[in-house]
């Protein structure tokens, strides 16, 4: 068996050019994409994204230089001695903390990758399941902060293409996130689901307000109030309210998980593939969340292999909820970054169903945008 001859990880970028999409991180200037390879003796090549944490660059360069390095010569369908080997040298102790796992998390996904082109089958299947629709949401860099109105026509849009549920972003202040939501629930009706992300900017002071405009337009989901820290102000906000609470993007492997769901503190897990550890990380925290009857709504991060990471999982799990599609106008590492159709379709997805993820690159594309170093989300913007 041909062993694992390299891993590669590139950084791109998208600066924005129009209007710059507002939200409670701050306005999102860029779109930033952290591409990683791994490839066999002979010469098959595994795909996966590592969120960029806001670095890129600095990713980029942890899981080549650093990370990869360790994986040279492994056997690739070792994905799970290979995650416990570089937990063990570079997350638990004496590594970069979070970054490592991000960065482990882009390897983990090409050798999910990889092993499925290797062996002629869809990741789905590799898992155990079969290919499978799942509901999606409009979500990602999208409905910022901004008029109501032209929030209203953002909304209609996105219905028109067929989703049923979308997610607002919150986290300005509580009066005018309720007019915003109150303004939505009143012009769609009661047929819209309305999930609603604070992005970490709410404390328990801000919540009399917050959980009544919440409850009053029945949310569908009230999603990262507070600091992914805070586990007691979740908890005991899950206490207040029949709101279901949701959190994860920024918990990391399954331990953090472990101390949501034992506090109670959660209702839905929002894990994402590209941070908390990679598939193989993902799946153990969906099975850890199905014992706790918490159903996972995973989040997308920046690029179609996140997406489709995502898809395949949804497929599998029996605690699916939804899926996460990222709706925003400028994004060609959604749009452009594949070779073939993949996306939501009247308001569903399902995965590919080719070898691996069944994502093909246009290195076209990764050409056309280089890094730009420097944070996406720049306060005050």
């Known amino acids: 068996m041909a062993k694992i001859a390299s891993v590669k990880a590139s950084a791109h970028s998208c600066p924005f050019e129009g ?10 200037v860029k779109r930033d994409f952290v591409l990683v390879r791994v490839r066999t003796e002979d010469g098959i090549e595994g795909i996966g994204e590592a969120h960029h944490g806001q670095n890129l660059t600095a990713m980029a360069e942890i899981i080549e230089k650093g990370l990869g390095s360790l994986v040279v010569g492994e056997d690739p369908f070792d994905s799970e001695g290979i995650w416990q080997r570089l ?11 979070a970054g490592s796992v991000i960065g482990l998390s882009g390897i983990d996904n090409a050798l999910w990758d990889l092993k499925g082109k290797l062996l002629g089958q869809p990741v789905y299947r590799l898992l155990g399941g079969t290919r499978r629709k799942t509901r999606a949401y409009a979500g990602g860099l999208s409905l910022g902060f901004q008029p109501v109105e032209t929030l209203e026509k953002e909304v209609a849009a996105l219905i028109a293409e067929g989703y049923t ?36 900017r709410y404390s328990l002071l801000d919540m009399p307000e917050v959980l009544k405009y919440c409850e009053a337009n029945r949310v569908y989901w009230l999603e990262e109030p507070f600091t992914p820290d805070n586990v007691g102000a979740y908890a005991e906000l899950r206490r207040r309210t029949a709101i279901p609470i949701a959190a994860g993007e920024n918990h990391y492997t399954r331990l953090a998980f472990r101390d949501l769901f034992e506090a109670r503190a959660i209702s839905i897990c929002q894990a994402d593939p590209t941070k908390a550890g990679g598939l193989s990380e993902l799946k153990k925290i969906s099975d850890m969340a199905g014992a706790w009857h918490i159903p996972m709504a995973p989040h997308t991060s920046h690029s179609i292999l996140s997406a489709a990471v995502n898809a395949h999982l949804l497929s599998v799990i029996p605690n699916a909820l939804i899926y996460e599609a990222d709706v925003a106008k400028v994004n060609p590492f959604r749009t452009d970054l594949a070779t073939q159709p993949f ?26 945008y280089p890094a730009v170093p420097g944070p996406c989300y720049i306060p005050g913007r």
């Open 19 to 28: 209007p710059i999409v507002r939200m409670g991180l701050g306005g999102n």
């Open 87 to 97: 937990s063990r040298q570079q997350v638990v102790t004496h590594g970069l903390g």
């Open 343 to 368: 996306g939501v379709v009247k308001g569903y997805i399902e995965p590919n169903d080719a070898p691996g993820f069944g994502i093909d690159l246009n290195e076209n594309v990764l050409k056309a």
């Open 165 to 200: 549920a979308i997610k607002l972003r919150v986290g300005d202040t509580p009066k005018k996130d309720a007019e915003r939501v109150g303004h939505i629930r009143k012009a769609f009706g009661d047929g819209l689901d309305i999930a609603v992300d604070a992005a970490t």
